[in-house]
């Protein structure tokens, strides 16, 4: 996978993260922590279909956040 920030994966050993196995998780985290390149590196790895999957089952974000990917995958 491309660069995925560390640091936002604190709270699990990142070196035994799994890309294939935990990609909601990876998703959910990049989403709700994550930054631009962040971002661009689950696009190309998951894509955008994928990703607006995750992101429609996610209720946990702050009406802000809500809204921004809302627009951005225009669900």
């Keep these: 996978m491309a660069k995925v920030n560390k640091r936002l994966f ?3 050993e990142f070196k035994k993260l ?14 709700q922590y ?3 390149e962040d971002y661009k590196a689950i696009k ?3 894509g955008l279909k994928k990703i607006k999957k995750v992101a429609q089952k996610i ?17």
């Design 10 to 12: 604190w709270d699990v």
């Design 18 to 31: 799994n890309y294939e196995k935990h990609a909601d998780f990876v998703i959910k985290r990049v989403l």
């Design 34 to 36: 994550g930054d631009v």
């Design 44 to 46: 190309k790895e998951y």
């Design 59 to 75: 209720n946990y974000f702050d009406k802000k956040s809500q809204n921004f990917w809302k627009f951005v995958f225009d669900i």
